[in-house]
């Protein structure tokens, strides 16, 4: 993945909460595993990061929630690309292991094994709701339930419930899988 800042004027100062060198240095990383997950594809998922940071360099957000605001943006982009017909079939298919590792690449069997399992666990994600798989994504990056609502426009409140509610779907459209083992 090789993404990087364009320089333009910003009105934020270097140690604002809005300086946009700052937050790509800090978010860049979890971004694109966001949206590698949510979209599948490592080529739309960097355009979705780089897209993201430019309109964080163009215009700001206004409140102080400036890594809630990256993945809502970076959501909100997803599902907006993912809609056009040719990029969905690009959406599903499954993204390179290897893409997702940081790690050296696994024991040839054990490849096709963390393949088979990435398809299975991508395809049940697919299955979900826009909203359930956002949440859990989020979730799964570290988001606070004050940040998911934010993302998703609910309460924090409702967010534990969301969640559980989210990984009851997930674990029924995984479970014919673990049952034809």
């Known amino acids: 993945m090789r993404l990087s800042v364009v320089s333009a004027p910003v009105a934020a100062s270097a140690s604002s909460p809005m300086d946009p ?19 599948g594809d490592p080529e ?11 309109r964080l360099v ?7 929630a400036p890594r809630a605001w990256l993945f809502q943006v970076a959501t909100n982009l997803a599902r907006e690309w993912g809609r ?19 790690d050296a690449p ?10 088979e399992a990435h398809a299975t666990v991508h395809a049940a994600l697919a299955g979900l709701s826009e909203r359930d798989r956002t949440i859990l994504l989020m979730r ?9 609502a ?12 969301l969640i559980a509610r989210a990984l009851t779907k997930l674990a029924a459209l995984l479970a014919p899988t673990r049952e034809a083992r």
């Open 150 to 161: 934010a993302a998703v426009g609910t309460t924090p409140k409702s967010v534990g419930t």
């Open 84 to 102: 056009t017909g040719a990029r969905r079939e690009r959406l599903l298919r499954v993204a390179p292991v290897d893409a997702l590792l940081a």
């Open 140 to 148: 799964e990056e570290g988001f606070t339930h004050a940040e998911i």
């Open 44 to 54: 739309l998922a960097a355009d979705v990061v780089q897209e993201t940071f430019m």
């Open 21 to 39: 060198e700052r937050l790509y240095r800090e978010h860049v990383a979890s971004l694109y595993r966001y949206a590698l997950r949510l979209c």
């Open 106 to 115: 696994p024991a040839p069997d054990a490849d096709v094994l963390a393949r």
């Open 58 to 64: 163009r215009r700001p957000p206004r409140d102080l």
